[in-house]
């Protein structure tokens, strides 16, 4: 059963990384993040911790496992993205022009996020919204 969460939490990270990766692309993103296996290793650690908090917030609280998936990631990622934020606005340094695109990509991706690990969850535990 844990397998089953352990990959849609690591699909929701790869969704969250295509995102970040298109925005980068389009040059929304900029950052000066290099990208290597420690921090692709960490970043879907980072998920799979984030995933299994949103599971069991979701198998405890059962009001809040009644929502629709959609809803349920659309607050689990804002919220998950003021903490990555939070944790994270020392380490990374964004041109001053670009700090609200690349504010509003990493949104996105963090909602993306969301979306995919509770539809993930919502499917595997069977709550009926």
């Keep these: 059963m844990y397998l089953?969460?352990?990959?849609?939490?690591f699909l929701?990270?790869?969704?969250?990384?295509?995102v970040l990766l298109l925005?980068?692309?389009l040059g929304v993103l900029v950052t000066d993040i290099r990208v290597s296996f420690g921090a692709a290793v960490y970043f879907v650690l980072a998920g799979q911790l984030?995933?299994?908090?949103?599971?069991?917030?979701?198998?405890?609280?059962?009001?809040?496992?009644?929502?629709?998936?959609?809803v349920i990631g659309l607050f689990y990622g804002?919220?998950?993205?003021?903490?990555?934020?939070?944790?994270?606005?020392h380490f990374v340094k964004v041109p001053k022009d670009m700090v609200l695109p690349t504010l509003l990509s990493g949104m996105v991706a963090?909602?993306?996020?969301?979306?995919?690990?509770?539809?993930?969850?919502k499917r595997f535990l069977r709550i009926e919204a």
């Design 4 to 9: 089953k969460y352990s990959i849609g939490f």
């Design 12 to 18: 929701a990270s790869l969704a969250q990384g295509g």
């Design 23 to 25: 925005a980068s692309a």
């Design 50 to 70: 984030a995933g299994y908090l949103l599971w069991y917030i979701l198998d405890n609280i059962k009001q809040i496992g009644k929502m629709l998936p959609w």
């Design 78 to 89: 804002l919220i998950y993205w003021v903490v990555a934020i939070a944790v994270l606005r």
């Design 110 to 121: 963090f909602i993306v996020y969301g979306f995919v690990a509770a539809y993930s969850i």
